[in-house]
């Protein structure tokens, strides 16, 4: 489990997790670009939950190793979805669209002409 530092907060997660999170991060500061990323996470008493983190070029994550009585959180897929991010930044390709939740956006904005 990693104990990751962002903003003055932290927070615990899990090894994997925090590691593609700092990969990708790294990889957008590199293309000087920003995504926010939702990171299931685990409290000093076990309780699960999650945190949306942007990420971008001026991101400063430290991410430190730590043991816990607690299993830490696993997602494979968002392992996978954040590292094949990563490598379409740094090679070239198509830029992935950021793996958020998405939240839908109700009202009348006409009078902003959208």
């Known amino acids: 489990m990693d104990r990751v ?3 003055g907060e932290t927070f615990l997660t899990g090894s994997a997790i ?5 990969d990708y991060a790294q990889a957008l500061a590199q ?12 409290s000093e008493h076990g309780e699960y939950g999650s945190s ?9 994550l ?3 190793g730590i043991t816990s009585e607690h299993d830490e959180p696993l997602d494979p897929e968002l ?3 954040l590292s094949s991010m990563a490598d379409d930044l740094r090679n ?3 830029m992935s669209r950021p793996y958020i939740e998405e939240h839908p956006v109700g009202g009348d ?3 902003y002409g959208i």
Do not use: C, M, R
């Open 62 to 64: 430290i991410s430190t």
């Open 31 to 42: 293309a000087g670009s920003s995504a926010t990323v939702h990171i299931p996470t685990i």
């Open 18 to 22: 925090a590691h593609a999170l700092l």
């Open 5 to 7: 530092n962002y903003a």
């Open 109 to 111: 904005f006409s009078e």
């Open 52 to 60: 949306e983190v942007l990420v971008g070029p001026s991101s400063q």
């Open 92 to 94: 070239g390709g198509p």
């Open 79 to 81: 392992v996978d979805k």
